[in-house]
């Protein structure tokens, strides 16, 4: 069977999704999109094909090297394991920690707390409250732990697996009207990460699935 | 502030499934620490002290004072483990059995648990509580036996133990004979020496009443 790109189920609009598709574009790896609707025909996510690449019934998976690897922050690991440049993580294991305690608190302890199946399952009424409520509580934090990691990025001052968990919570965090301009060290860290060609080109605005009247 | 050697502390809850995988791991490694216990519940929860958001701001156990920092989120805790004393192993060294084996801990970590914690539930409404979190675990499982069809030998990935991974699910009234091959791997760990001497029934804060 022919080496073909890796490929890459995506949804223009999921934040993890966004995340892998700056790791890819910083490392400089051609892939193929396969974008996933997660809300047309009941959500293209449910389907037997999809649900046998991912049971987890979630976007990203990332189709490579002859694997599907799925969930965000490990499909990003795997990446840097392999294709070691430019560097995503540091060298020191003490700034190692940090970028994953922060990848972590963001895709662990926030986003699965506001996606969408889980804000179906709250009901429409209470949605917007308690996705602002987990992206609140998550930010809080953040804008702490910032104060003793950031330099120009959420860690020192080379872009990690931390800044590509930012960027994209905080646009979440924008769709769900949440005041960023409390959080004034995300802002600034967000706003410096945003003007990279990297996060620019894969920005849910600029992707094959992108609704026209969403388009950049 | 004394120097010399400190211990590491581990701040921990005797039933938090995160302070649980953290305990395991550290067993595992042979690392000797003292534990401080952080009660989730009493005095409106102690993760909500001063002193205790000032270690981890998200004011969740379980978090890790070692080598002079303090590190939180188990995973994160975890991976620097392995960095720091890599024997004996908790990931393996191929990269593709190492991504099966973060799929699996990401997937139980931030696609389960977070959906089913205390802080959660205390949202959710009392009388929506257990089927929530049952739902949470249920979609996660039916997910996660699947994956095992493919990575699983003795253990979740291959034969030796990696990331280790907890099941609580005994506490949501979960149906587990839905889970053939969770609960078999789940069995053969629990026999093991690191689950057994970090078991919420071991701790120094587990409540008498239950207590092993």
Not at 118 to 143: C, P, R, Y
Not at 157 to 170: K, N
Not at 177 to 194: A, E, G, M, Q, W
Request: hydrophobic share 40%; charged share 20%; with cysteine.
């Amino acid at each position: 069977m022919q080496a073909g790109k890796p490929i890459l189920y995506s949804y223009f609009r999921s934040s993890c999704s966004w995340r892998v598709r700056i790791a890819l574009a910083l490392k400089g790896i051609d892939y193929e999109t396969v974008p996933i609707n997660l809300i047309k025909d009941g959500g293209q996510q449910f389907s037997k094909d999809f649900q046998a690449l991912n049971p987890m019934k979630q976007v990203p998976a990332l189709k490579i090297d002859g694997i599907t690897i799925h969930q965000s922050l490990a499909i990003i690991e795997y990446l840097e394991e392999t294709r070691p440049t430019p560097r995503l993580l540091p060298q020191d294991p003490k700034k190692r920690a940090s970028v994953r305690m922060i990848s972590d608190l963001i895709a662990g302890g926030i986003q699965p707390l506001q996606n969408l199946s889980v804000l179906k399952q709250v009901g429409e009424e209470f949605q917007l409250t308690w996705a602002q409520n987990a992206i609140i509580s998550g930010f809080n934090a953040l804008e702490q732990i910032l104060q003793s990691t950031a330099g120009t990025y959420c860690v020192g001052d080379e872009v990690t697996m931390a800044d590509l968990c930012l960027v994209p919570q905080v646009a979440n965090a924008e769709r769900f009207k949440v005041d960023c301009t409390l959080y004034p060290t995300i802002s600034s860290i967000n706003k410096r990460l945003l003007v990279l060609e990297a996060f620019q080109v894969t920005h849910p605005c600029r992707q094959p699935d992108t609704p026209t009247e969403l388009r950049a």
